[in-house]
């Protein structure tokens, strides 16, 4: 499985961005795929999350509303699109994939993607 994140960039408060992250290798039908992220000094933190059979979606609060999380499932590629960008969501942004019970906990994700450093000025 390789997964391969795109998309990260240095943009301005307020700006948008769109994370892209491929998947080959296998059918992921059944999985989940994840998107975390992870700032200088701070733990790998999770940030959205899709199945791939039922688009069922999980945000964490601080993106809520300003994240989307979508599928293109004939590419097996994920987005993130991230609108009203904040110097708090300043990290590298990994996506992850696995047959997760808990989309939320990045230690059930199999396997990663090499992340892609998104910075937010102020």
């Known amino acids: 499985v390789q997964l391969v994140e795109s998309g990260g960039g240095l943009v301005q408060a307020g700006d948008s961005l769109r994370l892209s992250c491929a998947a080959s290798?296998?059918?992921?039908?059944?999985?989940?795929m994840g998107w975390f992220r992870q700032a200088p000094g701070k733990e790998r933190e999770f940030v959205a999350a899709?199945?791939?059979?039922?688009?069922?979606?999980w945000y964490a609060d601080s993106v809520k509303d300003r994240f989307t999380i979508s599928p293109d499932n004939a590419k097996n590629t994920v987005y993130l699109q991230m609108n009203s960008l904040k110097p708090e969501d300043t990290a590298v942004y990994y996506c992850?994939?696995?047959?997760?019970?808990?989309?939320?906990?990045?230690?059930?994700?199999?396997?990663w993607g090499q992340g892609t450093q998104v910075t937010v000025s102020s």
């Open positions: 290798g296998r059918t992921f039908s059944r999985y989940a």
């Open positions: 992850a994939v696995g047959s997760v019970i808990r989309p939320t906990s990045a230690s059930e994700y199999d396997h």
């Open positions: 899709i199945r791939w059979n039922g688009g069922s979606t």
